[in-house]
């Protein structure tokens, strides 16, 4: 299971740690992600965004905005620069709808690759779409149902499922287009919306699955969203709504006052204008797709970039336990015991689906990964970090769950005020799960010491209503040790009596 193979197969591939960069060159704004290495899950080293809305005034114009362009050329050479000064040997500069349909979009291309030395690609409005697929799929392998991504020049639909891409389609409404051919009116804007959309009735078709909202545009009315419900996770990578939570929110945030939105914590001003179309082409897609939830997606366009460039092998790996075996790695712990860990323990959980297998083999390699933090902090550390990482590709359940196993790793009590949080978004029963994963992990350490190659020697299991764990007689490790109390414990957690046989 996991990544076990792949990981070895690559590990001595040195050249994937070299960082890697996109400059997306987009209809309102320029941005440079810098991302530390060609591993399984884009994790960004630099990320910086200047608006130069090159596609300001292009409805009417044909043209690219003038002064964008000389803001564009300035902030690719520094972005340039800054990719060079870390250490980047490759950057993929990719322009988008703005730079795609003007009239002058290539000979500012052809004049951008001049001055700062890139090469630049005019992406296709499918190969914008198929990039904002690969974005979702490097995040969610699995992901089925429709990936929408809304820029300032474009709005591109892809229906994604095991694994490919099928239909897709790339309409013309960004914000900036939309709001200039509706001059602002949200009726006539409803009405651009509808007849751009109803051309593809491939949309309606692919209903009762996700809905994946990907964009800036998109990211920033999910705040709003998590303001207005005092969610208790303030995170957005996977941020999950259904349908007619939804469409019920979007009612409520279209007649919230600037000087409200303007309070919402993580909202640029830039973004205030544009949010109430931003809801409008949401929302109706809402309507016409029905999909049964709707997620909102950290990854997008770059990370598809990213993905593409990815070795095959690495492609193949699953993303979320490929990073926590980087994480394992960069603490300076083995994901080898991660995985004993997991094998030794498994008699405790019968029956698990594929995806709490993925979870808890998760929850083993990040078990030792904060052994530096004072042991006053190791499990608000662990929680913390896990509950916040902005790019875990989990939803919020499962991230919750995550943060909380690996708190019950480090002993600690689940009264304590800052697991609330988490124990609000799961069932009594999920919780009662990861303690017992807590547990166990902190069973393994006292067995182990983090050690690889010794809790094999022991094994665990249930037999009648007894937990027994056997150690080796001989064996001067298991004279004595903490894990002697911590058998009952585990044992007691789960409803039954505890037992250490040694043979």
Not at 455 to 473: F, R
């Amino acid at each position: 299971m996991g990544n076990k193979d792949a990981a070895v197969a690559t590990a001595s591939d040195s050249s994937r740690f070299n960082p890697v960069a996109v400059i997306d060159v987009g209809s309102n704004s320029v941005r440079l992600v810098v991302y530390s290495g060609l591993t399984r899950t884009p994790i960004p080293l630099h990320n910086e965004k200047v608006i130069c809305a090159l596609g300001k005034g292009l409805e009417k114009t044909g043209q690219l905005n003038a002064d964008g362009v000389g803001m564009a050329f300035d902030t690719v050479a520094r972005f340039v620069k800054i990719a060079r000064s870390l250490g980047v040997e490759h950057i993929d500069t990719l322009a988008t709808a703005a730079v795609r349909d003007a009239q002058d979009g290539a000979a500012f291309a052809k004049a951008l690759e001049k001055r700062c030395d890139i090469k630049v690609q005019i992406l296709t409005g499918k190969q914008e779409a198929r990039r904002s697929a690969l974005g979702v799929l490097c995040g969610i392998p699995d992901a089925d149902g429709v990936v929408a991504d809304l820029g300032g020049g474009s709005l591109e639909l892809v229906q994604i499922g095991g694994g490919e891409m099928s239909e897709h389609t790339t309409l013309p409404l960004g914000l900036l287009r939309l709001s200039e051919a509706s001059d602002g009116d949200r009726a006539k804007a409803m009405a651009i919306i509808n007849k751009a959309l109803d051309k593809h009735k491939w949309v309606s078709k692919a209903k009762d699955k996700t809905l994946f909202a990907v964009g800036g545009a998109w990211r920033s009315l999910a705040r709003v969203c998590i303001a207005q419900m005092d969610y208790p996770l303030h995170v957005l990578d996977n941020f999950t709504l259904d349908r007619a939570q939804a469409i019920s929110l979007f009612e409520v945030i279209s007649r919230l006052s600037p000087k409200s939105l303007e309070q919402i914590k993580g909202i640029s001003r830039s973004r205030l204008a544009t949010l109430p179309l931003a809801a409008a082409v949401l929302e109706r897609l809402l309507e016409i797709n029905k999909p049964r939830v709707l997620v909102f997606s950290i990854y997008g366009m770059r990370e598809g970039q990213f993905f593409k460039s990815l070795p095959g092998a690495v492609r193949k790996q699953d993303p979320l336990v490929s990073l926590a075996e980087e994480i394992c790695r960069g603490a300076g712990r083995t994901p080898k015991a991660g995985y004993e860990t997991f094998d030794w323990m498994s008699p405790l959980f019968k029956d698990e689906s594929p995806r709490q297998k993925k979870l808890r083999l998760t929850a083993c390699l990040l078990r030792d990964v904060w052994w530096t933090e004072h042991p006053d902090y190791r499990a608000e550390q662990a929680f913390l970090r896990v509950l916040r990482l902005p790019f875990l590709g989990l939803g919020h359940e499962d991230r919750a769950g995550l943060a909380l196993a690996l708190y019950y790793r480090y002993g600690s009590s689940p009264s304590e005020p800052i697991v609330k949080q988490a124990h609000a978004l799961l069932q009594e029963s999920r919780i009662h799960r990861v303690q017992a994963i807590g547990l166990a992990l902190r069973l393994a350490y006292a067995l182990s010491a983090g050690a690889p190659g010794v809790v094999k020697k022991t094994s665990l299991k249930i037999t009648g209503g007894t937990l027994v764990l056997t150690v080796p007689e001989s064996d001067p490790l298991f004279k004595s040790g903490p894990y002697l109390r911590r058998v009952k414990r585990i044992a007691d957690h789960l409803g039954l009596e505890g037992r250490i046989d040694r043979v």
